[in-house]
């Protein structure tokens, strides 16, 4: 009765590997998550450039530089989509050998004989493996000046993940364009969100907009000041506006005051603080954070609240400030 189902069994007992579609995007690109832990940084490569630009021996990670083989870099949730695909497979192929020996089984049956035994079989589903989903309105599509790898992100990335290259200005200049992508989505998610779900994720991508301002602008630094001078700058020196100005000041004679004036560099200073605040303190305002920044509207144990227009005008700063310094490098 059985027949079918243990040819079957034998020959999935043989089987080493059961092959899953990884299909791209509508784009072509093929979606990638750094396997160190404490990253996890999603992205994607172009499928084309996958196949003939990136070696199978490494692998970059565009936001922290992780090097890692080419087979390391499938996402866990596509892992996890894969297994489901390969165990839908095996039940598939099962079921449709049960249903071969449930038809043979009927045909065998005499319909007069006194006792009749059939065998039934129900169950079973196609497998399908869908491509994650990204964030469009924010992704950003890059193509390494150095290897022409294709790749894009959403947030702050800094390195090619065919060559490890970093291309800090050309980042720079992207991922402020994400910023002020994510300061203008307010409205849409509103209109495709319930209230509270839209409040929440607002707030959520106006407060990574403030991080990764501060993020892209260390890194052009990190990198003007190392084509400048030869040296490294100490770690996150540039995070602060006070020991990057004075490593500037010491460099080529220009402080950032020199730069863009006393007063937006005030204003600056409040939003340096603020993204101290939230990357440290969730957001909760201290004594510290009103003596460093002069911000006097919030009292200490408040948290403070990041506006659209905050998100923008932070940014159109540092790209000034960017811009001023690139100038007096040289660059």
């Keep these: 009765?059985?027949?079918?189902?243990?040819?079957?069994?034998?020959?999935?007992?043989?089987?080493?590997?059961?092959?899953?579609?990884?299909?791209?995007?509508?784009?072509?690109?093929?979606?990638?998550?750094?396997?160190?832990?404490?990253?996890?940084?999603?992205?994607?490569?172009?499928?084309?450039?996958?196949?003939?630009?990136?070696?199978?021996?490494e692998v970059f990670c565009p936001s922290c530089g992780h090097v890692a083989p080419a087979k390391s870099w499938y996402p866990r949730a596509q892992v996890e989509a894969a297994r489901d695909y390969a165990l839908g497979t095996i039940t598939n192929s099962m079921n449709k050998a049960m249903r071969a020996d449930a038809a043979a089984s009927k045909r065998r049956q005499n319909r007069h004989s006194f006792l009749s035994i059939t065998l039934d079989v129900k169950g079973g589903r196609d497998a399908v493996l869908v491509p994650l989903a990204a964030a469009e309105p924010m992704r950003l599509r890059a193509a390494c000046e150095s290897c022409g790898c294709r790749y894009s992100y959403v947030g702050a990335a800094y390195f090619c993940p065919s060559c490890g290259a970093n291309s800090a200005s050309h980042t720079f200049t992207q991922t402020l364009n994400t910023i002020r992508t994510a300061a203008g989505l307010g409205e849409t998610l509103r209109n495709t969100l319930g209230r509270d779900e839209a409040e929440v994720m607002i707030r959520t991508l106006l407060e990574k907009a403030v991080q990764d301002t501060v993020m892209s602008f260390q890194r052009l630094n990190e990198q003007l000041y190392e084509s400048q001078s030869g040296k490294t700058a100490r770690r996150n020196a540039f995070q602060n506006l006070d020991v990057g100005s004075d490593l500037w000041s010491a460099e080529i004679g220009y402080a950032y005051v020199d730069l863009i004036g006393q007063d937006k560099l005030d204003q600056l200073r409040v939003y340096f603080q603020q993204r101290h605040l939230l990357a440290h303190q969730q957001g909760i305002v201290d004594q510290d954070y009103i003596d460093r920044s002069g911000d006097q509207t919030y009292a200490a144990g408040q948290r403070i609240m990041i506006r659209d227009s905050a998100v923008r005008e932070f940014a159109d700063l540092i790209e000034e400030l960017s811009d001023e310094l690139s100038k007096k490098v040289g660059l």
């Design 1 to 57: 009765m059985f027949k079918n189902l243990q040819r079957e069994l034998e020959r999935l007992g043989r089987m080493k590997e059961i092959s899953v579609p990884i299909e791209p995007d509508s784009e072509g690109y093929l979606d990638k998550e750094c396997p160190s832990e404490p990253c996890l940084f999603l992205f994607k490569i172009h499928g084309d450039d996958w196949s003939n630009i990136v070696r199978d021996e």
